[in-house]
């Protein structure tokens, strides 16, 4: 760490808090997933909807629109209840394994893994829709002309207007890929999305999601400390947890990150093996223990206490690092389907060495965002 601050985000600062502001915090994480999973269930969550804008047959034309306005109010809400699900689960998963000393064992060992079962598997549909969605716009961005989606290709092949788009004597080859590249990714990213969508709603469905359930009903009023809890100071396990997270940092190749193109991690991107990128793996380790530096603030110095802005942009950088990253991979497996056109292939390569460009630019605004000094007053 460059330095340390004292202050809202330094665990040891402020007075001593002891094992109840924890169940104070993990009874209001609770109360917080169980209130997202009622607003899940009662905008449909666990049944099938019918597309937007569609009608039953014989319907009135004219509420088809209030259909639709209807069906993508209920996606909203749905979505936003998926996500506080997910954000509950994941605050009671790191609070428990950062303070587990004053934790009844059996009882925190055996939830702690089932909440985060919960949260990754809900994490999925919407990492699908927001990776496709990011490949898609650099395509457009490398290429100069979006690419046509598959759903807007007739019999005879893209539209008018987009065949008539004259593309950059450079960027020709690409221009040409582009579009069957953006179809390809769409087609393995929407398909991987859909399961990810049924493989939610089963786990929504099933006994062991019934039993994650029950027993944050119990935590929801009952909190099982041990006994010396009352009298432990929580700033010491908080701080242990912003020292694993400083010597990870430490660990991180910073000089290499010190500069916003890192030819040398370019590398690994050509070698065949499907495996994800062998540099990555530390960086989405501090994304993780920087999470959980985060929730150990807020378990000690209250959920609405600001944090520092370092922490802020650090870990958005660590986020469009981890975007970066696993864009790239789903590039390099689109880019190994059998029998592709060569164009197709060289766009989703263009494709991957851009995203492996993101990733290098993520480490350096992280680098610089965490080595930023502390300004004294005078």
Known sequence: MAQRHHDVTDPAAGPVTTGEALAGYLRGQATEFLRALRLHRETGGGTSHAPAGSTAAGAPGGTTTATAAGASSGATARVDAARALRRSARRI??????????????????????????????????????????????????????????????PGGPSADAAARPAAPDRGNLTVGAAKAGALLDRQLTLARTRAHSTALQALGSSRFHAVADKVAVLASEVPLTSAAAATDLRALARAAEERLADAVTALPLVTAGSPYNAEALIHGLSPDPAPHPQDAPWHQVRLLLRLHRYACEVVHGRGTPLDVRLLTAGEALDRHRDASEASSAAAQAARTPRIAPATAYALGVLHADQRHEVEAARYAFQRSWQKQTIGAP
Request: proline letters at 10%.
């Open 93 to 154: 998963s790191g609070s428990l394994h950062t303070f587990r000393p004053l934790l009844e064992p059996e009882w925190s060992e055996g939830i702690r893994p089932e909440l985060a079962w919960l949260s990754g598997t809900l994490a999925l549909e919407h990492a699908y829709g927001a990776r496709l969605e990011r490949l898609l716009l650099a395509l457009n961005r490398l290429s100069g002309a979006a690419p046509v989606p598959p759903q807007l290709v007739g």
